[in-house]
């Protein structure tokens, strides 16, 4: 049974649009919430994180957000660039040493 | 600062061998933890490893092993390779205690035929 769920396999957005990626989980006992975004040919590389504490993370054109009692989560990018054309995958853990449980993740295009 | 580092960047291997893939943590990084990326799946993981011992373990059989070495490098070992092994193998690091960041290497691309 998966714990950490994105439910959309790709989404396409035209460049300067904002993109809008969602993650649903299960298990309440997750305390960090992670995005990364993954390339071909490389491994995934850590975008932004929020803790269970904070309703929202913003860096740049990413920005975080966490609805605890929905138990799900939304990566906003704003504008939309086409180097952001990757893999999003959505991460949770639980609090010390716990391992990192990914969603499937999302495909995202952005079109110039 | 040098990345994680992954080594051999793709493998072939037929049902019933073994492999041992490897890994060198980020500088400075003394955890590192292992995962299994299927074709369409996130990655999955296997275990970490601190000073040298492995300190959490996912749902993998006793076949998948590792090791950590003095120097945080770590390695991978699969026995008796089965077809649903063929996989992406990444490796993460961290610092102890520094949870929600982990960098990971590019990974192995491993096929069993």
């Known amino acids: 049974d998966q714990q950490v769920k994105q439910n959309s396999p790709s989404l396409s957005v035209q460049e300067g649009r904002i993109s809008i990626l969602n993650c649903d989980y299960t298990?309440?006992?997750?305390?960090?919430f992670l995005w990364y975004k993954k390339y071909p040919a490389e491994g995934p590389t850590f975008l932004i994180s929020?803790?269970?504490?904070?309703d929202k993370n913003e860096d740049g054109r990413f920005t975080v957000f966490l609805n605890k009692s929905a138990k799900h989560l939304s990566l906003h990018i704003v504008p939309s660039q086409p180097g952001d054309s990757a893999v999003y995958f959505c991460a949770a853990s639980g609090s010390g040493n716990t391992p990192l449980v990914f969603g499937k993740g999302t495909r995202l295009s952005v079109i110039a | 600062e040098t990345g994680v580092t992954q080594s051999p960047t793709h493998l072939i291997k037929t049902r019933g061998q073994q492999v041992t893939l490897r890994c060198s943590s980020q500088s400075g990084h003394n955890t590192v933890s292992w995962y299994q990326q299927a074709l369409g799946q996130g990655p999955q993981f296997i275990f970490q490893y601190y000073r040298e011992e492995e300190n959490g373990r996912g749902n993998f059989p006793p076949r998948f092993s590792g090791l950590q070495f003095p120097n945080y490098s770590s390695e991978l070992n699969v026995n008796a390779l089965e077809l649903d092994d063929s996989a992406l193998y990444l490796c993460?690091?961290?610092?102890?205690?520094?949870?929600?960041?982990?960098?990971f290497g590019p990974g192995t691309r491993l096929l069993v035929l």
């Open positions: 929020i803790s269970s504490i904070k």
């Open positions: 298990n309440s006992m997750f305390d960090y």
């Open positions: 993460a690091s961290r610092r102890e205690g520094y949870q929600e960041t982990q960098y």
